[in-house]
């Protein structure tokens, strides 16, 4: 495994819930960066995205002014903050990395990627 993402759990509509992505420096670092997520029967759907200095950033419309991506490069890590969350946004969450200075919203122009973590939204 490449990367793990981590912090996924069971939240109530309008939670908040944070996921870290972890790896090695090689997989990480100096690469953009995304969030993907899937659900059964689905293609993995792009979530956000952030280049490697974390100078700029991308989110899908789903999940713009809700989520937030950054990185922490010294420690290798990117995380996603997801607020006022929504039953529509239970899925497995990736992280994924790609050897380029641009954002990919497309899953196959990613080079590495996470396990997943499951996120449940429900009341």
């Known amino acids: 495994v490449q990367l793990q993402a981590s912090g996924g759990g069971s939240v109530q509509p309008g939670d908040s819930l944070g996921l870290s992505c972890s790896g090695s420096?090689?997989?990480?670092?100096?690469?953009?960066m995304g969030w993907f997520r899937q659900v059964p029967g689905r293609e993995r759907e792009f979530v956000a995205g952030?280049?490697?200095?974390?100078?700029?950033?991308h989110y899908a419309d789903s999940v713009r002014g809700r989520f937030t991506i950054s990185r922490d490069n010294a420690r290798d890590r990117m995380y996603l903050r997801m607020t006022r969350l929504k039953p529509e946004d239970t899925a497995v969450y990736y992280c994924?990395?790609?050897?380029?200075?641009?954002?990919?919203?497309?899953?196959?122009?990613?080079?590495?990627w996470g396990q997943g973590t499951q996120v449940t939204v429900s009341s």
């Open positions: 420096r090689e997989f990480i670092r100096h690469n953009s």
């Open positions: 994924a990395a790609k050897t380029a200075v641009y954002i990919a919203t497309k899953a196959q122009e990613y080079d590495y």
């Open positions: 952030i280049t490697g200095t974390g100078g700029n950033v």
